[in-house]
């Protein structure tokens, strides 16, 4: 039991900090102001703004690239739990994860390919992804059906002679927007009269294949997120070399959920980064302005509300870093409870942190003068992306219950 | 204690209703399918789509016009608590009040006029309003104190010879986006020796008058609200005649009061309407689609949340018709409390139906193929505009701390 | 819509407010303390201390007597609304309901008498219980079955020959500790074989019928409510005459319908006077008190949270009263979603309330220098008595979803 | 960042856990049994059943004893972080504490007297408290000011010659009616003129001293916690020889301060493990019963709140453990955020698990029949016990803002 961070990892966090601080944090103001121009443009001509690109070569340059990767020749060879306080930072700024290549969907694509892929796949596009020459996206959720019970699934992958024939819908497959984004990874049913976990099989898909169909751009709460965008995509009768199935038919729920773990603790890492900066301009905002002859941060309850804030968010890192030394130590079946309750916990910590911000902000809280209505979309969209509240719930009791039902206690 | 609705009401909510289903209802998707690519436009060049002004030609035949005034010749001659019903009607689409005449501000602005106003001001101002042929801002805020404290005001109204000069900056001014938007009422300092609550006015702004320039339109959550936008207008020694001061000099305070009475009860009224289409959406998703073999209403606690909100939606409108009803009874100062507390209790209840409705939904929620996140946002804006929640709160407290303070006891 | 009591009602309101404050506040200290003494003798010994039957006769004199019961001439020809707000006044005491002969369980007993008891029963029981000479019981929940699902109970009621076979075992059988306790209300199966609700049984059972065994009194959160008690008793082959039977065989359940709708009016308001009484104790303790150079009252959130209650308080009174006036003008059966929304809401208000006044009183809030764990306790059992929380829940929800299962919308 | 224990901690955990279950468990059911009936009888003839010193014997024979000291030779050589999962295996059980000498306030006290007392009051006081021979109380809080202000305290300690003088009254003394309760620490004033934390004084008081007099034993909702006691004990211009200071007059403070870290982590980790103990009761007893077709378990959102607390409960043990560590690693000093932290996080955790619990329970949760009351009881005196959640949360907020005054930013 000891909570400090290595030195590895705590030379990368000074590191990275000090790379914020002076290449990502001066850009962003504008970033976002262009980007608020952009953003409701045809998403055909979306753009990636220069800056992002050249602070792309710098973080390269620094090794600050790739850090999400276990593996210490493609990335840096750190761990789930030393990666994690890195992520935690990037996540300050809603920029920053692309600049050091470690932004979702293409980490986990990423790591997908690293784990599963063949050579080839890896040679194709593995190493493309690595070097963050081209983006990719995943496509999972369907507009159909829930998509919070795997089983709903409708879309298809057949194996047709040497070929895969993918035939299906998709909807928030982000990152579908982006100009360099080249293919996604699919996910559908294979073989619909096996056992309920091995149906599934994922395949890559190029975008520009025949039949693929962008039909538009998903606004959350108004933000078409440019020039990633999140994406209602349609398959029509795709046909792609049998090459390019990840693993086997059937593979596709043990590659997903191989490919959860980490990703559900990079995702909430951010999202603390997030809520830390929601709190920041939270009190930044109180100690500044004035009311009733007092900064507002000494009226009524607002004390209270940072003392809650504080205490839910170190609560919530400490149980996010525990689930990512489990998926070290033990591996993810052994975390399936932390890795859902994560996913539950972090997404509402932020949510509630952001509106109690966006409230001490007054209105320029609502307006894009700050930065907080586009954290809490990224709070209220985690809260449905990757499994609803509600299906994690679901799993952190299900793994409660089995203690009792093997009639072992607690 | 008698909790039906009168003979008059009824037959008022009757009407609505029908006309709400045959007429408003079917012109909603269109409305706001066209609106969305209107929406991130430059706001010069925002337009009022058709379907509106038919349908506010349909509604002044039918007598469904003005039904907020309680003057019986201009408006309907309905009381607060009579008109109360009638607005939630309304309030369950985003484009039903202009139809009837009565959406936020021009209701608040021509109940102004209407009490305070002098002949001549209700000739050029007033009776074009209740006519539905122009519009009119309100412009209170101001972005660089915090409003909820009003002695922070730095906008001065200042008498110079025949002339009223206004001076300073407002920002959330609703509706300034709009093509018909013609006049504001604008609240500033005039008296700053005189006591803390007749320091104050407010004085009719033409918005082409010289010196007033709306410098942009604020979004609030991503949405611009086309094409009435909330805007940011500077007044630079604004100069109009003297024959637009509303009452006297210092009386802005006693006349802001007189209008935030029966406008708050209006405000909730709609956002419970809201709650009610927020539910009715949430049920409907919940009985359509199914997971686990079960439709998800039937799942974990979501019945549990439909029964809350239930709950908490009759409650609140118990407690808004009672603010009413004590508005009309014994006049806005003895339901100080009330007022305060329906402002509270409602937006919070409208943003807590409409997460959970958006949770039931899944990625749909956040997407604009469903009205959610606009309902979202409008509960989110209404716990700050007109007074945050805290400062409601602490009227409430006031008022009951009060009782003990004179030695009275409960 | 109209929220003022009439003329009847008011007058019974000022009547009772101050017999409450000339009688009953300055009873309460000593009363309380001499039963905290008493309290965990052996039950068999319990006495009702003198106080109580000299203010039963002083309140019987002044008309202040069965107040409850709707008829005009054995009680006082109040509906539910017009005696609603009585009930509250009378909550705000723990002893002042049993001195107006308004307190449960005998309420509840005298209208199934009243309403449903033969000529024989109401001489019998009735009588002497409107008088105050004696008290009762009603048995209806079970300690070996989950008794929030009706269909589990086990206690049956069986017609052998002339009589009435009673056999079964029932706990928290509140009041059965009392001196004058002379008879229980029972419940019990029937006609196993018929529907669902045509099952259950009522019968009288005397309480010094052989074969009735009071086994123990159970404490709640360690107060046993003398000399009332909660019991647990078992009805061993327990033989009464047929005449006791109420109604028919199986007309149990529509009796205990009939017999809940007032009375859980009931329960809710004296439950509001109950939290008016908390809040007023939080607020006079948190204007006492000084800490930081500041009364109590003034620190923190403490304001936010008197500001939240009394809108919670507000609202569930107005609730509660809009279900009262439903059973009044339409009968119990279409007011189903609002007699169990008060259930589930009220005592909830009142357990935070509470918990927030034992808050501001540091230590001397657990004690029992103050009523405040007393009003916690009955807030508490509240939430379980007469159906928890959650099958008041589930019977919002089923109402709710009823509308769209028709097809009938909102 | 690692998170498993070491071995010497999961060594004693293995082996605390077989002598809960061997010895502990069996004897809980009757004690309680017994101490229901012994518990009201006058304080002064309270006494320790035979059950525990038998089981304290069997605990030191196999090292389990004094396990919360950090001295490797009086006790274990624990540090906080290592003795904190032991404390919460304790907790399970409210007799638990005592049996390995481990339970507050001796705990405290003997902290207090191996770090700041003389070579005689370690003679006199703490090897007998280490024997666990006598039993201790630790004065603080008083009846007649607002306790959460320290500077309100009105008890003096004034040296006299060669002797101290105490003089005051103070309430919620806990285990003051223990028969081997031999002797208080007061706290109290001696330098009224001196810095605010330099006033203080701490003074070792035996209870036979003439002037001690124990007034009553107060009851924490109805229950008197037997035969500890919470006692209202005034002191009389009591005499100690001036040998019996700890430290130095205006020492108070500080070493109250040194006490209260690790205390409060003890506090915490034993609400843990009755925190668990509530949820393993919550879940056992939902599996068991059955309603409408279904265990509880199942019902409406009974999963969800089993994960909440789930996920409620892991996030506040790994908090706790945090604070641990830094008091470890870093000193109290460095640890006062978490401290406070966890004194709020932690109580009202279990008080949300245990409120739940009963409602599953249904009217038996209320009862004595399961510990849960007790539970609920403990949990609510927590959040005053040593500080209201008000004042840590006050030390969160007051830690958070520290950061920005000092121009640093997060």
Sequence with gaps: ??????????????????????????????????????????????????????????????????????????????????????????GRSLIAPEIFNCNAPDTGNMEVLYHFG?????????????AGDIRSVFCMTEPDVASSDATNMQATIKEEGDEIVVQGRKWWSTGVGHPDAKF?????????????????????????????EIERM?????????????????????RVP??????????????????????????????????????????????????FGQPLIKLGGNQERIAEHRMAIDQARLYTLYAADKIDRLGVKHAMSEISGIKVVVPNVLQRVVDDAIQLHGGAGLSQDVPLTALFT??????????????????????????YMKGEGA
């Excluded at 601080?21 to 979306?46: F, K, L, M, S, T």
């Excluded at 590659?255 to 990079?266: E, S």
């Design 1 to 90: 039991m000891h909570f400090e961070h290595n030195d590895k990892t705590r030379a990368y966090m000074e590191q990275l900090t000090a790379f914020m601080a002076e290449h990502v944090a001066p850009a962003e103001h504008g970033y976002h102001h262009r980007n608020q121009q952009h953003e409701h443009a045809d998403w055909r001509r979306w753009e990636v703004q220069p800056v992002i690109n050249e602070l792309k070569i710098k973080a390269r340059e620094q090794g600050l690239w790739n850090l999400f990767l276990p593996d210490a020749e493609l990335g840096a060879g750190l761990t789930t739990v030393e990666y994690a306080p890195l992520a935690e930072i990037m």
């Design 378 to 403: 990224l709070a209220r969209a985690l809260r449905l992306a990757d499994g609803p509240d509600e299906v994690h719930r679901a799993m952190v009791a299900r793994t409660e219950l089995r203690h």
């Design 242 to 291: 049998k090459a390019n199935l990840i693993g086997e038919l059937g593979a596709g729920f043990a590659i997903a959920q191989g490919r959860l773990g980490p990703g559900r603790v990079h995702h909430c890492m951010r999202a603390l980064g997030a809520a830390e900066k929601a709190l920041e301009l939270m009190i930044r905002r109180g100690m500044q302005r004035q009311a």
């Design 118 to 130: 063949s050579d080839q796949q890896k040679q194709n596009w593995l190493v493309p992804l690595l």
């Design 184 to 212: 996604a990874i699919v996910m559908g049913v294979s073989l619909p009269e096996a056992k309920k976990h091995a149906q599934h099989s994922m395949v890559i898909v190029p975008l520009d294949a025949p039949g693929v």
């Design 218 to 238: 998903l606004p959350a709460f108004g933000s078409y997120d440019a020039p990633y965008g999140h994406g209602e995509v349609s398959f029509n009768q795709v």
